[in-house]
């Protein structure tokens, strides 16, 4: 056995051809394991395929030049823009001011490196030069149709703005600049937080008269703060209260499509530049026609209260009044919000000669399907189910 042994050894561990690594009492030969065996050994051929980056918009591995620094992408038109920036190879610079879970759901959105996260100061001008460096477009999405005890509509709606614009005129190298606004922004307007709008886009084109302004309706999507409260009101309370009568109407728009705008916007050849866009979607509707569009996705009977406007006005009020005396916030209002009562009192619809979606070479989305279809969440027996008229219709021939 021993002399078997030997002989075996003798054939395999061949001094000139291999080193002999001794492990324990093992022997291996190092030439059938390590990297030249053929087993690990690359099959793929190297071959001259140029610079591995293209140049252009061919992907979101590619290289568009953009380098886009865009406050309030954190908000819900934010993650949109940041998705379609970073799509066509644009590197996405993402300020924020809240905690590290803000912005991780847009590092996921371009490629290793391309969406960038900055905690900054938006009271701090430092902190906003910081963040616009290495920039050379801004876009300002930043808005709320609330007030806080620590932020007010005039300070985050027009004076941010403001300070945004005085800072991209001073930078230099700031090629494009791209405020959003609110359809229905007036001085005039009932609505503080559309009088700051207002202020802002006057700012903004005071300091860069180059400056694209974008005026988009109430927005829907997957998070917005319309549809999605109506629903969830409704599958609580069984019913959706309607300011007056119902009968305000306004152009609700796809927040894809918007976010298209902006995109459009920044690789046109400058005719944009300048300009005000009103953004409102293809149809119009009534407050009434939309909710029942709503009950109709969820499979659900429409229910409603109307609540006259002075009613509507008064039980809002209160928040209103103890926002800055009491020593603690106040939560944040979803269906009684005062200055949305103020807001949706007049019609909101886009002006007859205005440049809209089309001079930007898009085709709005009909609100009716892919748009709303994620209120087939709100569906008590699923998403092909439903708790009333599905009893006596088959699914099949149901939207």
Same mark, same amino acid.
């Given at each position: 056995m021993q002399a078997v042994s030997r002989r075996l050894g003798h054939r395999y561990l061949k001094p000139a051809a291999s080193v002999? $690594?001794?492990? +324990?009492?093992y022997f291996f030969p190092l030439a059938d394991y390590g990297v030249e065996h053929p087993r690990y050994i690359s099959t793929i051929t190297p071959k001259g395929v140029g610079h591995l980056v293209r140049k252009g918009t061919g992907g979101r591995s590619s290289v568009s030049g953009l380098i886009a620094v865009v406050f309030g992408a954190t908000g819900f038109l934010g993650r949109y823009v940041v998705q379609q920036l970073a799509k066509m190879g644009s590197q996405v610079l993402v300020p924020f001011r809240g905690g590290e879970d803000a912005h991780r759901h847009l590092k996921l959105m371009g490629d290793l490196g391309q969406v960038v996260p900055m905690h900054?100061? &938006?009271r701090d001008e430092d902190s906003v030069k910081a963040v616009m460096a290495k920039a050379n477009v801004v876009i300002n999405l930043m808005g709320r149709d609330y007030e806080t005890r620590n932020y007010s509509f005039e300070e985050v709606n027009h004076g941010m703005a403001e300070k945004f614009a005085t800072i991209a005129? =001073?930078?230099g190298g700031i090629m494009r600049f791209i405020q959003v606004s609110c359809l229905g922004a007036s001085p005039s307007s009932p609505s503080r937080y559309l009088k700051a709008k207002a /202020? /802002? =886009?006057q700012s903004v084109l005071r300091e860069i008269p180059e400056a694209t302004v974008l005026r988009p309706a109430t927005m829907i999507g997957t998070e917005d703060r319309m549809l999605n409260t109506w629903a969830h009101f409704a599958k609580k309370y069984s019913f959706v209260p309607l300011f007056g009568d119902g009968s305000t109407k306004f152009q609700? @728009?796809? !927040? @894809?499509d918007v976010a298209a705008a902006v995109v459009a916007a920044l690789k046109d050849d400058g005719t +944009?530049?300048?300009k005000i866009y009103e953004l409102g979607g293809p149809e119009i509707f009534t407050m009434h026609e939309l909710a029942e569009v709503m009950f109709e996705t969820i499979r659900e009977w429409p229910r409603y209260v109307k609540i006259p406007l002075p009613v509507a006005k008064a039980a809002a009020m209160p928040r209103e009044i103890l926002l800055n005396k009491v020593p603690f916030p106040l939560p944040t209002p979803s269906i009684f919000n005062l200055d949305k009562i103020n807001a949706i009192s007049t019609d909101t619809l886009v002006s007859e000669n205005a440049l809209t979606f089309l001079d930007l070479g898009i085709e709005p989305h009909k609100l009716r399907g892919y748009p709303i279809e994620f209120l087939l969440s709100y569906r008590k027996g699923g998403p092909q189910l439903g708790s009333t !008229? +599905? =009893?006596g219709v088959s699914?099949? +021939? $149901? &939207?």
């Open positions: 002999i $690594l001794r492990q +324990s009492t900054f100061n &938006p005129k =001073e930078h /202020a /802002a =886009e609700p @728009v796809y !927040v @894809v +944009s530049m300048g !008229v +599905s =009893e699914p099949d +021939s $149901l &939207p």
